[in-house]
């Protein structure tokens, strides 16, 4: 909120932050208490939304509310372990490739030329099926397709910066290679980085949905947002509500995380 | 024309790559496909013909060009899941024959429905300088594009297939018996990839044209007395359209995924149940096949927008 104080603050960014407060809160609550059992049936089957099911029962008579919240929870985790995983891996390369260059700078960069631009659910698909299926593997191979991206948005910082005139000073009083790269140079990718970091976040959050709703991400008993649309899908007709409340959940964080990006960015101007 | 050749050849070390990661990767894969064939009952003689059959018995490089040798032959295998009949093999192309065109067509119909609604719609936007037109359309893009195509996929099944009765959701129609049938159940699916990337094309058109609007040569046309008809569409649109075309270009990779996954909501028979099912089958040779097949696809669709580009703005190509 500094930041806010500082510069005019945007409507995008309140309501951004509004959205994606409430989906965290209501994610991070999910981990340790849901109004009712996440797995818990009953014979109350197809309840239609009401105050006591706030988003109505599926086919097991399981309150969808409470798998929402699981959902939510486990989604964003994934996600945002998916960003550190990409963004650290761009970092580090990124910064090696766009100050050092050389034969590493030549071999990234043909790598993240062939990646990029290729369908990135259909990357990590090819990943888990040879990884193995499960959330650990998820996460590893979402990590490994979005981290070209901010390899090139590092490395292209990196490479701006290589020559600025306070980093020439710093190499002459003799500061430490590792130094200026993570000390002197880092911090002034900082602002660009964190719209990229924002974007990254949204792009795995729909990955991550995606590969849950084709069966290959998330698995049951677990409850993730993906993977509740693809059960749902069947009782469309009988339950409508069933499919709306995960998908709008969906819709609800991207749109949110999106916002917060728009916000972040126009305080940059 | 150097500069073609140049492309020419990262296009083949990008193909190269891809082949040979996609292949490589799941020979590391653990579990014996062999035992998955036969199952634990063989006997090890009926093990070791197999092998030798798929020629599993040699190392994985000597494996991998003899691969790409079958492959540049229009040989592409055979599935290890699906088989014809007791004692033959289904081969890979066969299986992907029927299904390319599903996705094919699905992609098309997709990328129509993308240019035909959101040239005009930026173009629109961009006219009509109404600041309640800006947000209503900055609010609606901008959730449009907050909806996975899969969710997507659902809500039009629901809102258009059940509640308005417009198509009968499961109702596919082969294109072999009925071409204006499928089609017709195909404009779904397709709305469900296009309603995102629409919404997206028209903003970055819309951005587009905002700018060249402020350039020089929009005010030199005015004042040659052209009619503000004719700057829009004469001057502003053209120049504002090159971005975008390169810009469809770029989602085009995205279209095919988006096609993939939308095949799944619709239960349309195209490669990318296809490719969904033979990964939880572990059915490789067709998994390798079909993500070279995309590959191919999508750097040639790079490639191709690449050259439009340099026809269309000769100012590039003279750099």
């Known amino acids: 909120m500094l930041l806010a104080s500082r510069r005019k603050v945007n409507k995008y960014f309140i309501a951004g932050l509004i959205m994606t407060g409430l989906a965290v809160f209501c994610g991070i609550l999910g981990f340790f208490w849901t109004p009712y059992g996440t797995s818990a049936m009953s014979d109350d089957r197809f309840c239609a939304p009401s105050p006591g099911h706030l988003f109505g029962t599926d086919n097991f008579g399981r309150d969808i509310f409470s798998r929402v919240m699981q959902g939510m929870g486990t989604t964003i985790l994934v996600s945002v372990l998916v960003v550190i995983f990409s963004a650290a891996a761009g970092i580090i390369l990124g910064a090696l490739t766009g100050y050092f260059g050389g034969v590493l700078d030549e071999i990234v960069m043909r790598v993240t030329d062939a990646v990029n631009g290729f369908p990135s659910i259909l990357l990590a698909l090819v990943a888990v099926s040879v990884l193995g299926q499960g959330r650990i593997n998820l996460i590893l191979s979402l990590g490994v397709v979005f981290s070209p991206s901010y390899i090139r948005i590092v490395r292209s910082e990196y490479l701006r910066l290589r020559d600025a005139d ?9 500061v430490g290679k590792m130094r200026i790269l993570f000390v002197h140079i880092l911090p002034n990718i900082l602002p660009v980085f964190g719209v990229s970091v924002m974007i990254g976040l949204n792009n795995a959050i729909l990955a991550e949905s995606g590969m849950s709703y084709l069966g290959i991400g998330v698995q049951p008993p677990d409850a993730s947002l993906g993977n509740m649309l693809s059960d749902a899908q069947g009782f469309l007709q009988m339950a409508p509500w069933y499919a709306l409340a995960p998908g709008l959940s969906i819709v609800w964080l991207v749109l949110g995380f999106s916002l917060l990006s728009e916000g972040i960015r126009r305080f940059g101007e | 024309m150097r500069y073609l050749a140049k492309k020419l050849i990262t296009l083949i070390m990008t193909l190269f790559l891809v082949s040979a990661a996609a292949f490589l990767a799941f020979q590391v894969i653990p579990g014996d496909v062999v035992t998955s064939i036969l199952g634990t009952e063989a006997t090890p003689e009926m093990e070791e013909k197999l092998r030798e059959e ?14 790409v040798g079958d492959v540049l032959r229009g040989d592409l295998g055979v599935s290890y899941r699906y088989s014809k009949n007791m004692n033959e093999m289904l081969p890979v192309a066969e299986l992907i024959g029927g299904k390319l065109p599903v996705t094919l067509w699905l992609a098309a119909l997709s990328l129509v429905l993308i240019v035909a609604v959101s040239v005009p719609l930026g173009v629109f936007w961009a006219k009509s300088g109404s600041r ?15 909806v996975p195509s899969f969710f997507l996929g659902i809500l039009v099944t629901y809102l258009l297939g059940i509640v308005l009765g417009l198509f009968a959701p499961g109702g596919y129609v082969s294109y072999k018996e009925d071409f204006g049938g499928f089609l017709r159940y195909l404009f779904f699916p397709a709305l469900s990839v296009a309603i995102p990337k629409i919404a997206m094309t028209a903003r970055f058109l819309r951005n587009s044209m905002l700018t060249e609007m402020n350039a020089d040569y929009v005010r030199t046309a005015y004042s040659k007395g052209c009619t503000k008809r004719r700057v829009m569409y004469g001057h502003v649109l053209r120049n504002a359209l090159m971005p975008v075309v390169t810009f469809l270009g770029m989602i085009m990779a995205e279209i095919v995924a988006g096609s993939i996954v939308v095949e799944q909501v619709f239960g349309l028979p195209g490669i990318g149940r296809l490719l969904i099912s033979s990964i939880n089958n572990r059915d490789f040779p067709v998994v390798e096949i079909l993500i070279l097949y995309i590959t191919f696809v999508v750097i040639f669709v790079y490639f191709f927008v690449d050259i439009l580009y340099r026809m269309i703005d000769p100012r590039i190509s003279e750099k």
């Open chain 2, 54 to 67: 798929l020629g599993l018995n040699k190392p994985p490089v000597v494996r991998y060009f003899d691969w």
């Open chain 2, 132 to 146: 309640v037109m800006d947000a209503v359309l900055g609010v609606a893009t901008q959730t449009a594009m907050a």
């Open chain 1, 166 to 174: 306070y980093i020439k000073r710093a190499r002459l009083m003799g």
